[in-house]
């Protein structure tokens, strides 16, 4: 490796720590490694989950000056042998170095990133010919850094009682789908750990859903209780949740006792299908002091509104029709519309007779 110029040295951490979101941030440490280790190819995969077995989600790809982000990643199960020293690494938490299969005598270097908890949440995968102490030690510093920032950046996307995603990250992740949408060369293809994920057949592209849950009759438990053991209700529900969805999918304390989940789904039929299993789960859960504890679900679809508003007010109006008739339900925006029960809003267009094309 060549001699570390401490300017870009630097310049590097600059460029990764100038950034709040997660995609560029990782972008950014993978072209630094790069610059660095300009020999190499890197792989960074997140750890989706440890037991009962190990599933990664491939985030980001780095050769020959090229990034490319998961959307754009054909996916491919990874070499029996590349799975056996990941679970070493995860078992062991240190850096494994092992040997290409291939004739190429091309080596594997494979780094865990560690967060606050000194668990590990994700791992850097180098492929190179050669390598020494010195190298595995800067890569290993970089990735130091990007973990270190990454839990800085969590802290404040979180929502402070139930620790899930808070109502801003939220506009920003709808904001994000709706300009992926609206770029035709984005591949919404599910990667290989979303296919594994999720057990029914795999029927085409991904799309995004978002529903808003409430929990119902939730102002009679405060004033019953208290809001102490309302504000236990809300981090139980919070738990439930998280263990309700997959590992890709994403939840957000949207405010009080509402929710929002962000799901990956084929059609209408598999997303009201996972929404109606969270509210199976809520419904049937057993809490003490009170008998029972449902939730209202308003459903739409993420397309090409607009703004991220008109999708949460769809998702909004779904859920007051839930409300409305009888809770501890599940409703989609676009059914609705669909049967005639609700009718969609108009926008309020202004006449003009200037033509400007």
């Known amino acids: 490796m060549k001699k570390i110029n401490s300017i870009k040295f630097i310049d590097s951490l600059a460029e990764i720590t100038r950034y709040r979101d997660r995609e560029v941030i990782e972008q950014s440490l993978l072209k630094t490694l790069l610059e660095f280790k300009n020999d190499s190819s890197f792989r960074l995969y997140q750890v989706l989950s440890c037991e009962p077995e190990l599933k990664l989600g491939l985030l980001a790809y780095a050769a020959n000056d090229n990034i490319t982000t998961a959307e754009n990643i054909h996916h491919y199960a990874l070499p029996q042998y590349i799975e056996d020293a990941l679970v070493e690494v995860i078992e062991t938490g240190k850096i494994i170095t092992i040997e290409s299969e291939k004739s190429n005598k091309e080596i ?11 668990d590990i949440f994700a791992i850097l995968i180098q492929a190179t ?17 990007y973990s270190n920032f990454l839990e800085m950046i969590e802290i404040t996307k979180r929502d402070k ?13 709808i904001t994000r789908i709706l300009i992926s949408n ?6 919404n293809s599910p990667s290989s750990f979303e296919r594994q994920t999720d057990s029914r057949k795999y029927k085409g592209s991904l799309k995004h ?7 119902d009759h939730f102002k009679a438990i405060n004033d019953q209780y208290g809001h102490i053991y309302g504000d236990e209700i809300l981090i139980l529900v919070a738990r439930l949740l998280e263990k309700s969805v997959r590992e890709f999918d994403k939840i957000f304390r949207f405010g009080g006792e509402e929710f929002v989940i962000l799901v990956k789904s084929y059609d209408a039929d598999d997303a009201l299908f996972a929404f ?10 057993q809490y003490a002091k009170i008998s029972s504890l449902t939730i209202s679900i308003g459903g739409t679809e993420i397309t090409n509104q607009i703004d991220p508003r008109d999708v949460i007010e769809a998702a ?4 007051y029709y839930a409300k409305e008739h009888g809770r501890n339900q599940v409703h ?3 059914n609705l519309i669909r049967d005639n029960k609700i009718t969609a809003k108009k926008e309020n267009a202004i006449e003009s007779d200037i033509e400007f094309f």
């Open 108 to 118: 594997q270097i494979i780094y865990p990133a560690f967060n606050a908890n000194d």
């Open 129 to 145: 010919k050669q390598s020494d102490y010195e190298t595995q030690h800067l890569v290993h510093g970089f990735l130091r850094i």
């Open 161 to 173: 009682l139930t620790g899930l995603l808070n109502r801003e990250t939220l506009d920003a992740e």
């Open 182 to 187: 609206n770029m035709p060369n984005i591949n």
């Open 209 to 215: 859903w978002l529903c808003i849950l409430d929990i």
């Open 276 to 285: 109606e299993r969270i509210r199976i789960v809520i419904a049937t859960h």
């Open 316 to 319: 909004d109006t779904a859920l």
């Open 332 to 334: 989609m925006f676009e």
